[in-house]
Protein backbone atom coordinates (compact mmCIF):
# COMPACT_ATOMS: atom_id res chain seq x y z
CA UNK A 1 0.00 0.00 0.00
CA UNK A 2 0.94 3.39 -1.12
CA UNK A 3 1.02 6.22 1.00
CA UNK A 4 -0.58 9.14 0.03
CA UNK A 5 0.66 12.71 -0.24
CA UNK A 6 -1.51 15.11 0.93
CA UNK A 7 -1.13 18.79 -0.80
CA UNK A 8 -3.68 21.16 -0.12
CA UNK A 9 -8.11 21.44 0.44
CA UNK A 10 -10.68 23.18 -1.44
CA UNK A 11 -14.07 23.05 -1.15
CA UNK A 12 -14.84 23.26 -4.71
CA UNK A 13 -15.74 19.79 -5.32
CA UNK A 14 -16.24 20.46 -9.08
CA UNK A 15 -12.38 20.59 -9.37
CA UNK A 16 -11.20 18.00 -11.72
CA UNK A 17 -7.12 17.77 -11.29
CA UNK A 18 -5.85 18.36 -14.55
CA UNK A 19 -4.94 14.22 -16.63
CA UNK A 20 -1.20 15.58 -16.90
CA UNK A 21 -0.89 17.19 -13.38
CA UNK A 22 1.99 15.61 -11.78
CA UNK A 23 2.66 16.26 -8.18
CA UNK A 24 5.58 14.47 -5.70
CA UNK A 25 7.86 12.39 -7.73
CA UNK A 26 5.89 12.36 -11.21
CA UNK A 27 3.36 10.76 -9.46
CA UNK A 28 -0.56 11.84 -11.16
CA UNK A 29 -2.27 14.17 -8.76
CA UNK A 30 -6.22 12.83 -7.52
CA UNK A 31 -8.93 13.96 -5.96
CA UNK A 32 -10.15 12.66 -2.44
CA UNK A 33 -13.47 13.52 -1.93
CA UNK A 34 -14.77 13.61 2.05
CA UNK A 35 -18.28 15.52 2.46
CA UNK A 36 -18.07 19.00 1.51
CA UNK A 37 -14.52 18.76 0.84
CA UNK A 38 -11.97 17.87 -1.60
CA UNK A 39 -8.23 17.26 -1.18
CA UNK A 40 -5.63 17.11 -3.98
CA UNK A 41 -3.69 14.07 -3.24
CA UNK A 42 -1.09 11.30 -4.91
CA UNK A 43 0.81 7.95 -3.63
CA UNK A 44 3.89 8.18 -3.09
CA UNK A 45 6.60 5.14 -2.85
CA UNK A 46 6.16 3.56 0.53
CA UNK A 47 10.29 3.02 0.50
CA UNK A 48 11.05 6.46 -0.36
CA UNK A 49 8.91 8.38 2.29
CA UNK A 50 9.27 6.74 5.66
CA UNK A 51 10.34 8.99 8.11
CA UNK A 52 14.03 8.52 8.17
CA UNK A 53 14.28 8.45 4.38
CA UNK A 54 12.17 11.70 4.40
CA UNK A 55 14.17 12.85 6.42
CA UNK A 56 17.21 12.06 4.52
CA UNK A 57 15.40 14.08 1.47
CA UNK A 58 14.76 16.90 3.14
CA UNK A 59 18.64 17.28 4.30
CA UNK A 60 19.42 17.27 0.30
CA UNK A 61 18.94 20.76 -0.47
CA UNK A 62 18.18 19.30 -4.59
CA UNK A 63 15.57 16.97 -3.30
CA UNK A 64 13.78 19.69 -0.62
CA UNK A 65 13.35 21.93 -3.98
CA UNK A 66 11.94 19.29 -6.11
CA UNK A 67 9.52 18.38 -2.88
CA UNK A 68 8.85 22.32 -2.70
CA UNK A 69 8.46 22.89 -6.27
CA UNK A 70 6.47 19.60 -7.28
CA UNK A 71 4.06 20.62 -3.83
CA UNK A 72 3.84 24.48 -4.94
CA UNK A 73 2.78 23.38 -8.95
CA UNK A 74 -0.28 21.27 -7.85
CA UNK A 75 -1.29 24.02 -4.79
CA UNK A 76 -1.20 26.57 -7.40
CA UNK A 77 -3.00 24.66 -10.39
CA UNK A 78 -5.81 24.04 -7.64
CA UNK A 79 -5.53 27.60 -6.52
CA UNK A 80 -6.24 28.52 -9.75
CA UNK A 81 -9.29 27.08 -10.24
CA UNK A 82 -11.12 27.77 -6.74
CA UNK A 83 -9.79 28.63 -3.07
CA UNK A 84 -7.49 26.48 -1.80
CA UNK A 85 -6.14 25.70 2.09
CA UNK A 86 -2.48 24.56 0.84
CA UNK A 87 -1.21 21.98 3.75
CA UNK A 88 2.44 22.10 4.69
CA UNK A 89 5.28 20.04 2.92
CA UNK A 90 5.40 16.88 4.15
CA UNK A 91 1.80 15.89 5.06
CA UNK A 92 1.97 12.19 4.22
CA UNK A 93 -0.86 9.39 5.26
CA UNK A 94 -0.77 5.85 5.46
CA UNK A 95 -3.73 5.73 2.73
CA UNK A 96 -6.63 7.49 2.32
CA UNK A 97 -8.80 6.49 4.59
CA UNK A 98 -6.67 8.73 6.74
CA UNK A 99 -7.39 11.93 4.63
CA UNK A 100 -10.76 11.29 4.65
CA UNK A 101 -10.79 11.09 8.47
CA UNK A 102 -8.71 14.04 8.62
CA UNK A 103 -11.26 15.93 6.16
CA UNK A 104 -14.36 14.54 8.36
CA UNK A 105 -12.71 15.64 11.66
CA UNK A 106 -11.41 19.21 10.49
CA UNK A 107 -14.52 19.62 8.23
CA UNK A 108 -16.00 22.94 10.09
CA UNK A 109 -12.50 24.67 10.54
CA UNK A 110 -11.39 24.14 7.32
CA UNK A 111 -15.14 25.04 5.30
CA UNK A 112 -14.53 28.35 7.71
CA UNK A 113 -11.20 29.48 6.34
CA UNK A 114 -12.04 28.58 3.21
CA UNK A 115 -14.59 30.95 3.19
CA UNK A 116 -12.31 33.51 4.73
CA UNK A 117 -9.67 33.04 2.18
CA UNK A 118 -12.54 33.05 -1.07
CA UNK A 119 -11.60 36.11 -3.52
CA UNK A 120 -8.32 37.00 -1.85
CA UNK A 121 -4.91 35.97 -2.58
CA UNK A 122 -1.06 36.27 -0.48
CA UNK A 123 1.19 39.20 -1.28
CA UNK A 124 5.16 39.02 -0.24
CA UNK A 125 6.87 42.27 0.43
CA UNK A 126 10.32 42.05 1.40
CA UNK A 127 11.84 45.21 2.76
CA UNK A 128 16.02 46.01 2.59
CA UNK A 129 17.59 48.25 4.67
CA UNK A 130 20.93 49.76 3.20
CA UNK A 131 23.86 49.93 5.70
CA UNK A 132 23.90 53.81 6.17
CA UNK A 133 19.92 53.28 7.48
CA UNK A 134 20.95 50.64 9.33
CA UNK A 135 24.13 52.82 11.00
CA UNK A 136 21.43 55.60 11.69
CA UNK A 137 22.98 57.04 8.53
CA UNK A 138 25.60 58.07 9.95
CA UNK A 139 25.03 60.25 13.24
CA UNK A 140 26.90 57.75 15.27
CA UNK A 141 29.84 58.63 12.74
CA UNK A 142 29.55 62.70 12.84
CA UNK A 143 29.36 62.50 16.44
CA UNK A 144 31.63 60.47 17.97
CA UNK A 145 35.66 61.65 17.03
CA UNK A 146 36.50 65.18 18.81
CA UNK A 147 38.37 67.10 16.41
CA UNK A 148 39.99 68.92 19.16
CA UNK A 149 41.75 66.54 21.19
CA UNK A 150 45.51 65.99 20.66
CA UNK A 151 45.62 62.01 19.40
CA UNK A 152 42.23 61.03 21.54
CA UNK A 153 43.38 60.95 24.81
CA UNK A 154 44.30 57.62 26.00
CA UNK A 155 42.70 54.65 26.93
CA UNK A 156 39.53 55.93 29.40
CA UNK A 157 38.85 58.27 26.15
CA UNK A 158 39.06 55.43 23.78
CA UNK A 159 36.81 52.95 25.90
CA UNK A 160 34.05 55.93 26.30
CA UNK A 161 33.79 57.10 22.20
CA UNK A 162 33.67 53.03 21.70
CA UNK A 163 30.77 52.78 24.93
CA UNK A 164 28.80 55.65 22.50
CA UNK A 165 29.15 54.37 19.44
CA UNK A 166 27.46 50.89 20.50
CA UNK A 167 24.90 52.89 22.17
CA UNK A 168 24.47 54.72 18.70
CA UNK A 169 24.56 51.12 17.16
CA UNK A 170 21.78 49.88 19.59
CA UNK A 171 20.02 52.63 19.15
CA UNK A 172 20.05 52.69 15.49
CA UNK A 173 18.93 48.93 14.75
CA UNK A 174 16.19 49.85 17.32
CA UNK A 175 15.34 52.49 15.04
CA UNK A 176 15.26 50.30 11.98
CA UNK A 177 13.25 47.52 14.09
CA UNK A 178 10.56 50.07 14.78
CA UNK A 179 10.81 51.04 11.49
CA UNK A 180 9.96 47.75 9.57
CA UNK A 181 7.53 47.12 12.44
CA UNK A 182 5.69 50.57 11.05
CA UNK A 183 5.83 49.40 7.93
CA UNK A 184 4.34 45.86 9.19
CA UNK A 185 1.44 47.41 10.55
CA UNK A 186 0.64 49.98 7.45
CA UNK A 187 0.40 47.44 5.16
CA UNK A 188 -1.41 45.05 6.91
CA UNK A 189 -3.94 48.18 7.48
CA UNK A 190 -4.15 48.24 3.42
CA UNK A 191 -4.53 44.33 3.47
CA UNK A 192 -7.11 41.87 5.13
CA UNK A 193 -4.41 40.73 6.94
CA UNK A 194 -0.57 40.55 7.78
CA UNK A 195 2.05 37.96 9.06
CA UNK A 196 5.46 38.07 9.15
CA UNK A 197 8.15 35.33 8.46
CA UNK A 198 11.36 35.36 9.74
CA UNK A 199 13.88 38.04 7.43
CA UNK A 200 15.87 36.02 4.92
CA UNK A 201 19.98 35.92 6.11
CA UNK A 202 20.89 35.61 2.59
CA UNK A 203 22.68 38.25 0.58
CA UNK A 204 20.35 40.98 -0.79
CA UNK A 205 22.23 40.64 -4.26
CA UNK A 206 25.17 39.46 -5.73
CA UNK A 207 28.92 40.75 -4.23
CA UNK A 208 29.30 43.33 -6.81
CA UNK A 209 26.43 45.28 -6.30
CA UNK A 210 25.64 48.47 -4.64
CA UNK A 211 23.10 46.27 -2.08
CA UNK A 212 25.56 43.59 -1.89
CA UNK A 213 25.06 44.44 2.37
CA UNK A 214 21.75 45.40 2.71
CA UNK A 215 19.80 43.63 5.21
CA UNK A 216 16.10 42.31 5.23
CA UNK A 217 14.15 43.97 8.10
CA UNK A 218 11.00 42.65 6.96
CA UNK A 219 9.98 39.75 5.62
CA UNK A 220 5.88 39.87 5.19
CA UNK A 221 2.79 38.28 3.76
CA UNK A 222 -0.59 40.18 3.18
CA UNK A 223 -4.11 38.75 2.39
CA UNK A 224 -5.40 40.70 -0.39
CA UNK A 225 -8.27 40.51 -2.00
CA UNK A 226 -7.59 39.20 -5.38
CA UNK A 227 -9.18 42.23 -7.30
CA UNK A 228 -6.88 44.48 -5.01
CA UNK A 229 -3.37 42.92 -6.10
CA UNK A 230 -2.15 45.66 -8.21
CA UNK A 231 -3.55 48.72 -5.54
CA UNK A 232 -2.08 47.09 -2.50
CA UNK A 233 1.37 46.52 -4.60
CA UNK A 234 1.65 50.32 -5.49
CA UNK A 235 0.46 51.23 -1.84
CA UNK A 236 3.30 49.19 -0.71
CA UNK A 237 5.49 50.56 -2.90
CA UNK A 238 4.18 53.84 -1.87
CA UNK A 239 4.64 53.09 1.83
CA UNK A 240 8.47 52.37 1.14
CA UNK A 241 9.04 54.82 -1.24
CA UNK A 242 9.59 58.15 1.40
CA UNK A 243 11.89 56.49 3.26
CA UNK A 244 15.86 56.66 3.14
CA UNK A 245 17.91 53.69 2.75
CA UNK A 246 14.65 51.02 2.67
CA UNK A 247 14.05 49.42 -0.36
CA UNK A 248 11.18 46.71 -1.20
CA UNK A 249 10.69 43.54 -3.04
CA UNK A 250 7.25 42.33 -3.62
CA UNK A 251 6.37 38.64 -4.44
CA UNK A 252 3.38 36.62 -5.60
CA UNK A 253 0.57 36.26 -5.78
CA UNK A 254 0.74 33.24 -3.95
CA UNK A 255 -1.54 30.77 -3.13
CA UNK A 256 -2.74 31.96 0.85
CA UNK A 257 0.36 29.60 2.86
CA UNK A 258 0.76 31.93 5.46
CA UNK A 259 -2.92 32.40 6.33
CA UNK A 260 -4.12 28.33 6.39
CA UNK A 261 -4.99 28.99 10.22
CA UNK A 262 -7.55 31.08 9.51
CA UNK A 263 -8.15 34.90 10.73
CA UNK A 264 -6.40 34.50 14.03
CA UNK A 265 -3.82 33.09 15.83
CA UNK A 266 -1.22 32.73 13.08
CA UNK A 267 1.52 30.62 13.26
CA UNK A 268 4.10 33.83 11.76
CA UNK A 269 1.50 36.39 13.84
CA UNK A 270 2.89 39.55 14.70
CA UNK A 271 1.65 40.84 17.73
CA UNK A 272 -0.69 42.98 15.32
CA UNK A 273 -3.15 41.12 13.44
CA UNK A 274 -4.29 43.48 11.23
CA UNK A 275 -7.29 42.41 10.99
CA UNK A 276 -9.91 44.06 9.25
CA UNK B 1 -3.53 43.27 -17.10
CA UNK B 2 -0.64 41.13 -17.56
CA UNK B 3 2.55 42.56 -15.44
CA UNK B 4 6.23 41.42 -15.44
CA UNK B 5 7.40 38.24 -13.86
CA UNK B 6 9.36 40.03 -11.09
CA UNK B 7 6.58 39.88 -8.43
CA UNK B 8 4.35 42.48 -9.63
CA UNK B 9 0.48 40.62 -9.49
CA UNK B 10 -0.07 38.71 -12.41
CA UNK B 11 -3.81 38.43 -13.18
CA UNK B 12 -5.92 36.87 -16.07
CA UNK B 13 -9.05 37.64 -16.83
CA UNK B 14 -11.26 34.87 -16.72
CA UNK B 15 -14.29 34.63 -18.79
CA UNK B 16 -16.83 33.61 -16.64
CA UNK B 17 -16.10 34.52 -13.07
CA UNK B 18 -14.17 38.22 -13.52
CA UNK B 19 -11.27 37.94 -12.06
CA UNK B 20 -8.74 35.22 -11.85
CA UNK B 21 -4.90 34.68 -10.71
CA UNK B 22 -2.41 33.17 -11.84
CA UNK B 23 -0.38 31.91 -9.86
CA UNK B 24 3.55 31.90 -10.42
CA UNK B 25 5.57 28.72 -11.02
CA UNK B 26 9.14 28.15 -12.53
CA UNK B 27 10.27 31.91 -11.77
CA UNK B 28 9.58 31.87 -7.67
CA UNK B 29 12.82 32.10 -5.67
CA UNK B 30 13.53 28.88 -3.67
CA UNK B 31 13.91 31.06 -0.58
CA UNK B 32 10.79 32.60 -0.78
CA UNK B 33 9.00 29.53 -1.60
CA UNK B 34 10.64 27.70 1.71
CA UNK B 35 9.32 30.35 4.02
CA UNK B 36 5.74 29.42 2.97
CA UNK B 37 6.26 25.69 2.23
CA UNK B 38 8.25 24.77 5.43
CA UNK B 39 6.34 27.85 7.92
CA UNK B 40 3.04 28.20 6.14
CA UNK B 41 0.17 25.70 5.25
CA UNK B 42 -1.79 24.37 7.48
CA UNK B 43 -0.24 21.62 9.51
CA UNK B 44 -2.24 18.48 10.64
CA UNK B 45 -1.77 15.69 13.21
CA UNK B 46 -3.31 12.70 13.08
CA UNK B 47 -3.18 9.66 11.29
CA UNK B 48 0.02 11.11 9.85
CA UNK B 49 2.39 9.07 9.18
CA UNK B 50 5.18 12.20 9.17
CA UNK B 51 4.43 15.62 9.71
CA UNK B 52 7.47 18.11 9.50
CA UNK B 53 6.30 20.30 12.40
CA UNK B 54 5.56 16.93 14.83
CA UNK B 55 9.15 15.78 14.43
CA UNK B 56 11.27 18.16 16.43
CA UNK B 57 14.39 17.32 15.20
CA UNK B 58 13.24 17.43 11.18
CA UNK B 59 12.26 20.99 12.36
CA UNK B 60 15.75 22.35 13.56
CA UNK B 61 18.06 20.60 11.14
CA UNK B 62 15.35 22.04 8.23
CA UNK B 63 16.29 25.26 9.68
CA UNK B 64 19.93 24.65 9.35
CA UNK B 65 19.42 23.45 5.80
CA UNK B 66 17.46 26.65 4.83
CA UNK B 67 20.28 28.69 6.24
CA UNK B 68 22.82 26.54 3.88
CA UNK B 69 20.55 26.76 0.97
CA UNK B 70 20.14 30.75 1.57
CA UNK B 71 24.24 30.96 1.76
CA UNK B 72 23.86 28.92 -1.37
CA UNK B 73 21.76 31.20 -3.14
CA UNK B 74 24.78 34.29 -2.81
CA UNK B 75 27.48 32.16 -5.33
CA UNK B 76 23.97 32.51 -7.96
CA UNK B 77 23.56 35.58 -8.94
CA UNK B 78 19.62 36.14 -8.19
CA UNK B 79 17.46 35.76 -10.68
CA UNK B 80 14.53 38.67 -10.66
CA UNK B 81 15.41 41.94 -10.85
CA UNK B 82 15.72 43.95 -7.47
CA UNK B 83 13.18 46.72 -8.10
Known amino acids: MSPTWVYAVTGDLDFAVPDDLEGIGGARVREVHEGRLLAAASSVDAGAFNEES ?13 MARAHHHVIGTVAE ?47 WASPAALAGS ?10 GGGGGGGGAAYLSRRRDELAARDQASRRTAETAAAIHEELASLAVAGRQHRPQDAPAAGPGSAQARDMMVLNGSYLVPVAGLEEFSAGARA ?5 AGFRLDVTGPWPPYSFADGPTDGPTDGPTGGEE | MTLAADGKPDMTEAADSGLAVRYPQQQVALVDLLDRVLAGGVVIAGDVTLSIADVPLVHVSLRALVM ?4 QMCATPPTRPAS
Open chain 1, 81 to 127: AGTVLPLRLGTVYREDGGVRAMLAERQPEFAATLGWLAGRAECGVKV
Open chain 1, 239 to 243: AVAGL
Open chain 1, 54 to 66: LQRRLADPGELEA
Open chain 2, 68 to 71: SVRA
Open chain 1, 138 to 147: GRAENRAPGG
